[in-house]
């Protein structure tokens, strides 16, 4: 695959923090990403190269999202709870936050990590058990996978989780993929998009198997249908073919951190890649890899994105 790759021009990049959930905006052709552990979202304008950027003080930050058809209302995760924050996009503060639902109140010490919205506007994340930065993992069997529509009611679908992370559809919108990245598996269910249900759960690739370095982190899907799938700890992004379960690329960045990917640009050819930097005590940018917790871009990668990233479609 002969791509090019950089770091976003203009891009704020995080190097003692976890880059995450980037999503594109296709209708104001903009870049959203997030510094979880940071607690900061950026909002990025390719037009112009600049870049803004707010911090929330309450808590982990992992998913931005716009909300549809109110330009300065954003769907964010913060610790354990689904809010609407409204921002101008430009000033260092937000202008207010209104908590949809808090997850997991039964295990306060819980987080929501990725999160991302199906072709109906409907928002799904999942939550993780307390995360330990003196053994890097998180508690095992404590997270749920829910949805949220425009009800504002949560919907939990999935239990016992290990780390919940990364999802997305097909083009057809009849299959959803989904990464708990514990279990080095990328699993498939058919979705019905008009109610939001799963089911028959099955692999479609498996990182163990495959003999892939690292963990499934976050993923998107090309107009083919392929999936691109960050590998953190890893080299990168892995392309598979969800039909036949085989690696068919790559695309590799310069540090082992990489954890979500989207398409985005004008024609939705452009690969853009969130990475962390040195976000757990005592480590160094220097021993992570080269420009670690930037936002890198790939280009001439031989696929398109299907539609840019959804908005939520609101209360």
Request: charged share 25%.
């Given at each position: 695959?002969?791509?090019?790759?950089?770091?976003?021009?203009?891009?704020?990049?995080?190097?003692?923090?976890?880059?995450?959930?980037?999503?594109?905006?296709?209708?104001?052709?903009?870049?959203?990403?997030v510094d979880l552990t940071g607690q900061k979202v950026y909002r990025y304008v390719p037009e112009s190269g600049e870049c803004y950027h707010?911090?929330?003080?309450?808590?982990?930050?992992p998913v931005i999202i716009p909300v549809k058809d109110d330009p300065n209302k954003y769907l964010v995760s913060v610790g354990r709870s689904i809010q609407i924050m409204e921002w101008d996009g430009k000033s260092e503060t937000a202008e207010s936050f209104k908590t949809l639902n808090t997850v997991d109140n039964d295990n306060p010490t819980n987080w929501l990590n990725d999160g991302k919205c199906d072709a109906s506007g409907r928002f799904w994340t999942g939550s993780v058990g307390q995360y330990s930065f003196q053994t890097g993992k998180?508690?095992?069997?404590?997270?749920?996978?829910?949805?949220?529509?425009?009800d504002a009611k949560l919907k939990g679908h999935i239990s016992e989780i290990d780390f919940s992370n990364g999802l997305t559809w097909s083009p057809d919108n009849r299959t959803m993929y989904y990464n708990d990245s514990y279990s080095g598996v990328v699993a498939a269910f058919d979705f019905d998009i008009m109610d939001g249900k799963l089911s028959n759960r099955r692999s479609v690739?498996?990182?163990?198997?495959?003999?892939?370095?690292?963990?499934?982190d976050g993923m998107t899907a090309d107009s083919d249908g392929n999936l691109w799938i960050a590998m953190f700890s890893g080299d990168g992004l892995i392309k598979v073919d969800p039909n036949t379960g085989k690696q068919i690329g790559c695309v590799k960045v310069p540090t082992k951190r990489a954890t979500c990917p989207t398409f985005g640009g004008k024609n939705l050819d452009i690969l853009y890649i969130t990475t962390a930097g040195a976000f757990m005590p005592n480590e160094n940018a220097s021993d992570i890899g080269e420009d670690c917790g930037a936002v890198f871009q790939a280009e001439n990668v031989g696929a398109r994105g299907i539609s840019g990233g959804i908005s939520f479609a609101g209360v």
């Amino acid at each position: 695959m002969d791509y090019s790759l950089k770091v976003v021009p203009g891009s704020i990049k995080c190097p003692q923090g976890l880059g995450e959930g980037v999503h594109w905006d296709a209708e104001k052709e903009e870049l959203l990403y997030v510094d979880l552990t940071g607690q900061k979202v950026y909002r990025y304008v390719p037009e112009s190269g600049e870049c803004y950027h707010l911090k929330i003080d309450e808590a982990w930050v992992p998913v931005i999202i716009p909300v549809k058809d109110d330009p300065n209302k954003y769907l964010v995760s913060v610790g354990r709870s689904i809010q609407i924050m409204e921002w101008d996009g430009k000033s260092e503060t937000a202008e207010s936050f209104k908590t949809l639902n808090t997850v997991d109140n039964d295990n306060p010490t819980n987080w929501l990590n990725d999160g991302k919205c199906d072709a109906s506007g409907r928002f799904w994340t999942g939550s993780v058990g307390q995360y330990s930065f003196q053994t890097g993992k998180a508690d095992l069997k404590k997270g749920t996978l829910y949805s949220l529509g425009k009800d504002a009611k949560l919907k939990g679908h999935i239990s016992e989780i290990d780390f919940s992370n990364g999802l997305t559809w097909s083009p057809d919108n009849r299959t959803m993929y989904y990464n708990d990245s514990y279990s080095g598996v990328v699993a498939a269910f058919d979705f019905d998009i008009m109610d939001g249900k799963l089911s028959n759960r099955r692999s479609v690739f498996d990182f163990c198997k495959a003999n892939i370095s690292g963990v499934p982190d976050g993923m998107t899907a090309d107009s083919d249908g392929n999936l691109w799938i960050a590998m953190f700890s890893g080299d990168g992004l892995i392309k598979v073919d969800p039909n036949t379960g085989k690696q068919i690329g790559c695309v590799k960045v310069p540090t082992k951190r990489a954890t979500c990917p989207t398409f985005g640009g004008k024609n939705l050819d452009i690969l853009y890649i969130t990475t962390a930097g040195a976000f757990m005590p005592n480590e160094n940018a220097s021993d992570i890899g080269e420009d670690c917790g930037a936002v890198f871009q790939a280009e001439n990668v031989g696929a398109r994105g299907i539609s840019g990233g959804i908005s939520f479609a609101g209360v």
